[in-house]
């Protein structure tokens, strides 16, 4: 079965410093890859995909993501981080022809 | 613009009572779910569905109940035998129940029971 890791469940950083959400997933099918960000009390928007190609991905806000087959990860970047990007942050897997399958999610907090 | 609305956005509930949860979506998407968030749970699937006239229960289909009877609206209904409803519930959409595109979400419905 598919499954999906996000390896911390919370992330503080200070404001202009670099971040790192870790995603690892298992699958034995080729996949889909995607990162959503929550705020508080509403809905997912989604940041970045990666269906193919190019195994780095920009996303909106400045994200970007890398897709490694051999470690079976999506690591989430951002190089400088604002106050504002203080959210959820959820990694998903979509095997070929299933649903998306979602991490349990990552609390980003931005302090100043 | 093309979009998923959920309402109502907070909503209240006295124990034993049915309430229903509206989802629509004017994307032309064949497929909608719902799910539901709890605090440090990541977000669980209650029903999906592919196509009209037709949904499939997820991981906690328990206590809830579904239709589809248009392709524009997946409501929700919560009723009296699940036993802990309060949550966070999001509703969800896709192109195909099989497309390599991801979901667009609604903005959520807050079920607090009172």
């Known amino acids: 079965a598919q499954s999906v890791t996000q390896l911390d469940s919370q992330v503080p950083v200070f404001e202009e410093a670099p971040v790192e959400l870790r995603c690892n997933y298992s699958s034995s099918v080729s996949v889909y890859l995607f990162w959503y960000v929550q705020y508080p009390n509403q809905g997912l928007q989604l940041l970045l995909k990666y269906l193919s190609g190019s195994t780095l991905v920009k996303g909106i806000n400045g994200f970007e993501a890398e897709f490694n087959k051999s470690q079976t990860s999506f690591h989430l970047r951002k190089p400088s981080v604002h106050i504002s990007d203080t959210a959820e942050y959820f990694c998903?897997?979509?095997?070929?022809?299933?649903?998306?399958?979602f991490g349990q999610g990552t609390e980003l907090s931005v302090k100043p | 613009d093309g979009g998923i609305t959920q309402s109502p956005k907070y909503l209240f509930r006295k124990e034993g009572q049915n309430v229903t949860l509206s989802c629509e979506q004017n994307l032309n998407h064949d497929a909608m779910y719902w799910y539901r968030q709890d605090p440090g749970q990541g977000l669980r699937l209650i029903y999906y569905s592919q196509i009209v006239n037709d949904f499939q229960k997820g991981d906690i289909a328990e206590g809830y109940s579904v239709s589809r009877e248009k392709k524009e609206s997946f409501p929700l209904t919560v009723t009296s035998a699940q036993k802990n409803p309060t949550a966070f519930y999001l509703c969800?959409?896709?192109?195909?129940?099989?497309?390599?595109?991801?979901?667009?979400f609604g903005s959520g419905t807050r079920l607090t029971v009172v």
């Open positions: 998903a897997v979509r095997p070929g022809g299933g649903k998306l399958i």
């Open positions: 969800a959409s896709s192109l195909t129940g099989t497309d390599s595109y991801g979901y667009t």
